[in-house]
């Protein structure tokens, strides 16, 4: 099953740099295939496609690799809106998907990450308020939502109360 939420993935993307070329859904085991980390037990704990020249959608496929640990999408030309089934990723530590140019709202799926340590998501096109429910996250330790257009106002409980306001900086409309 994740070796077809991974090949999913892949068929929503442009790859002109052929970092995807080993993703070959006639393997079975998506654990030998470049930018991705597996455990042990052969479960995908990584995907690492930060930096990689890609362009594209990420869809609801992603929620069903729930061991995944560490989604790195950062520095691409992803678009589109942020996937709910994010949610589902409960073992997720790090969710890097800054400087794309992802739009629509930060789903509030994303504050049932009770792992969840970072949170990039800085310079993109999100819009929208930033979800009360993230403040649930008490893990938390890292969040960048800079260089977006949010607005409303800056939750202020949980983790909230820790970050530096230049986390938040460049949103015009944010409080």
């Not at 690492?48 to 496929?61: A, Q, R, V």
Request: aromatic residues 6%.
């Amino acid at each position: 099953d994740e070796g077809d939420a991974l090949y999913a993935l892949r068929t929503r993307l442009s790859d002109p740099n052929g970092v995807l070329q080993s993703w070959d859904p006639t393997l079975v085991n998506p654990c030998t295939w470049f930018h991705v980390t597996c455990d042990h037990a052969s479960r995908v704990v990584r995907l690492d496609l930060g930096n990689s020249n890609i362009s594209g959608s990420i869809g609801p496929e992603l929620g069903r690799l729930v061991n995944l640990q560490y989604l790195e999408l950062y520095r691409n030309n992803l678009n589109g809106e942020i996937p709910n089934e994010l949610g589902n990723l409960k073992n997720l530590i790090s969710l890097d998907v800054y400087a794309n140019t992802r739009t629509g709202t930060i789903p509030k799926s994303l504050s049932k990450l009770g792992s969840l340590r970072f949170m990039r998501l800085n310079n993109n096109k999100l819009a929208g308020s930033i979800p009360r429910e993230l403040a649930k996250l008490s893990n938390l330790k890292v969040i960048d939502l800079s260089n977006n257009d949010l607005c409303g106002t800056i939750p202020v409980d949980g983790p909230f109360s820790t970050f530096p306001l230049r986390s938040f900086e460049n949103n015009n409309r944010l409080t």
